[in-house]
């Protein structure tokens, strides 16, 4: 390791020490000196050891470096939850490379859009992903090693083939590397979000942030996390894989998640940790009474959650079950912004946090200025110059977003006279009906309090009077039955509750929604697709 290898216990590192290690990405080799045989991966696809993990980094980083991937250079990673995913992750962290995962639900020409864009030399994916590997290689000129997961796709040399020729001891020079990830594209193609490499770890070093949280936790005695997200995300990236490996936590990973299944580990794993979604809140809380006391879940200790808005009553049917342990972030790709504990959010229902400073959180108007506490604007968050971002090759996209020292996710919200901030929506699913500006989280928060919805989404569609109506797309909950009359009941659920102007006048009922596993639905699929009905 960079300046001496680190063999202490974790309580006798100084502060120093710890964040040497973190700089040269090397927090992993730490914790395989002190608990070698410890799990630090459990996964469905194979299993590593703190020791193993590390020894197996080290000899990704030399069969990149045999094959002229050098620090610097693009790695593009498409791959399931599996333990490989944390090799590659904890080798480039470590070579100075930056890392591009791929979604994998994406085609050979979206994949392949990204993977040309982000420059990536190296292309590791898995067989169980194939046709979309193909696709994307055959469509990045850059890319000149191929690795394959699993098993073979043809144009691809064996991961495990060339892991495994090389020697597993730490590498001599190690430095810090990063990742790169894309938006999810909702309009147009996808950004990668770009920072100087070691920018993440020079922030943090000094930001109050759920990191803390976390870290504290993890010092609470034996501590085991359960991802149940995609790797390929940037929330459960961080919060399920580089933050608790760095704080010496072993991790189970989910492949797919299942409502049942996720109490069921938390039971047989002693899971003190986790990173969730709304919508897996809700289907957990839909789960029968007599499931959800079938599993013990004391263990549990710590569970933060973000990527989309909580509805009220949801959040606080959690804390009743689960006690007062989530932790809610606003956050993105781009950075993080707020935080809030449960118990400041029982005193503050709906908050999603206060800015850790007065100025990291400015609500604007459409003119740029500072709007009252109350008002609601358009929100713009901070960018600390050591991690001020960009997007990969749009400058121009980088100056919208963008004002002086704030950028913006294109959220809107307020921030109440306490200094917590509250979101509304994003600005560019608002809906405005004769005049009036309706945002749809506030009646979709009202209709998923209903027992028949699953899930739901809340749009604008065209209307030659008012310019725009609501209209209401539900996915049902298992067993309840689309009809006119619960069209009906459920119009009536939310005038019960809502002002008028905010209830929908139709209600559509849906197999699935377009939602991504991050949490986040793609409303622009909803609305292109209703706008097409009203003009044929």
Known sequence: MHGGAVTSTPADLTADQRLDAARHGMTLSVWASIKPDVPAIVSEHGDRSFAALNGRANQLVRALRRHGVQAGDGVALLCGNRAEFAEVVAATQRSGLRLTPINWHLTGDEAGYILHDCEARAFIAEDR????????????????????????????????????????????????????????????????????????????????????????????????????????????????????????????????????????????????????????????????????????????????????????????AMIDWWGPILVEYYAATEGGATYVTSDEWLAHPGTVGRPPTPDHVRILDDDGRDVAPGVIGTIYIKAPEEARFSYFKHPDKTAAAYRGGHYTLGDVGYVDEDGYLYLTDRSADLIISGGVNIYPAETEAVLIGHAAVGDVAVIGVPNLEWGEEVKAIVELQPGAVGSADLESELISWCRERLAGFKCPRTVEFTEALPRQDNGKLYKRVLRDRFRQQVGS
């Open 129 to 316: 992903f194939a046709d979309v590997a193909r696709g994307a290689a055959a469509r990045a000129s850059l890319v000149e090693v191929r690795f394959s997961v699993g098993g073979r796709i043809d144009g691809f040399a064996a991961y495990d083939d060339a892991v495994g020729v090389e020697t597993a001891d730490d590498i001599a020079d190690p430095t810090i590397g990063g990742t790169m990830l894309y938006t999810s594209g909702t309009t147009g193609r996808p950004k990668g979000v770009h920072r100087q490499l070691g920018a993440a770890v020079a922030a943090g070093s000094t930001q109050t942030s759920p990191v803390v949280g976390l870290a504290r936790a993890a010092a609470e005695g034996s501590s085991m996390h359960l991802c149940t997200g995609p790797l390929y995300h940037a929330a459960p990236l961080a919060f399920s894989l580089l933050m608790p490996v760095a704080q010496g936590m072993g991790v189970v990973i989910m492949d797919q998640w299942d409502a049942e299944a996720t109490l069921q580990l938390v039971e047989r794993h002693r899971i003190t940790h986790s990173h969730m979604v709304p919508t897996m809140f809700h289907r957990l809380l839909s789960l029968p009474q007599h499931v959800r006391r079938a599993y013990d879940t004391s263990s549990l200790r710590f569970v933060i959650h973000g990527a989309a808005p909580c509805p009220v009553a949801v959040k606080r």
